[in-house]
T-cell receptor, first 111, second 116 residues
Framework: DAKTTQPNSMESNEEEPVHLPCNHS???????IHWYRQLPSQGPEYVIH???SNVNNRMASLAIAEDRKSSTLILHRATLRDAAVYYC????????????FGKGTTLSVSS | GAGVSQSPSNKVTEKGKDVELRCDPI?????LYWYRQSLGQGLEFLIY????????KSGLPSDRFSAERTGGSVSTLTIQRTQQEDSAVYLC??????????????FGPGTRLTVL
């Protein structure tokens, strides 16, 4: 399985942008890049996903490198509610698309 | 609409007892997944159901673990003869089709299992 590498933790201040990096140098041509986050004491929550082009939604933006070996999740204005563990996941292409979670990045947001 | 629901939210049991955990997926979602998250650990895949196909049980840690999905909807995860190392949060997720790499999974709040 293709593996992702993320920093263990990051810190941000409220209302500042946050760039969460993810390296996935062994990504295959048809793997999607998914981001989920897990708030304290909750189940994971979908954030965004993409294949090749940059993606935007109401929660965040996803910037994908041209060679697809890395991506960056962008939170445009961090709030205290964005404090969570953020997971960058490559989807499996085998039958069944169970997500393989790594340790993710723990984002702390200060007021 | 309603999200994925799980019950009970918390379960405390004694070592050696059997437990059943329930998951109600989002209506219309054909794929259902079970994961578990031990304290301080990442999420670990357990089992996957897709429509009427045979489930993918490749993540089940032992034969004490089993799961059923009745009528393509509700699922029950059963742990027999529970051990202390089974203590974890058990999470259920569902997705619309489950056959695409772009499929989004929607997670329930989890069941926290504590084995004394």
């Amino acid at each position: 399985d293709a593996k992702t590498t993320q920093p263990n933790s990051m810190e941000s201040n409220e209302e500042e942008p946050v760039h969460l990096p993810c390296n996935h140098s062994t990504i295959s041509g048809t793997d999607y890049i998914h981001w989920y986050r897990q708030l304290p004491s909750q189940g994971p929550e979908y954030v965004i996903h993409g294949l090749t082009s940059n993606v935007n939604n109401r929660m965040a933006s996803l910037a994908i490198a041209e060679d697809r070996k890395s991506s960056t999740l962008i939170l445009h204005r961090a709030t205290l509610r964005d404090a969570a563990v953020y997971y960058c996941i490559l989807s499996k292409r085998q039958a069944g698309t169970a997500l393989i979670f790594g340790k993710g990045t723990t984002l702390s947001v200060s007021s | 609409g309603a999200g994925v629901s799980q019950s009970p939210s918390n379960k405390v049991t004694e070592k050696g007892k059997d437990v059943e955990l329930r998951c109600d997926p989002i209506s219309g979602h054909t794929a259902l997944y079970w994961y578990r998250q031990s304290l301080g650990q990442g999420l670990e895949f357990l089992i996957y159901f897709q429509g009427n196909s045979a489930p993918d049980k490749s993540g089940l840690p032992s034969d004490r673990f089993s799961a059923e999905r009745t009528g393509g909807s509700v699922s029950t995860l059963t742990i027999q003869r529970t051990q202390q190392e089974d203590s974890a949060v058990y999470l259920c997720a569902s997705s619309l089709a489950g056959t695409s790499a772009s499929d989004t999974q929607y997670f329930g709040p989890g069941t926290r299992l504590t084995v004394l």
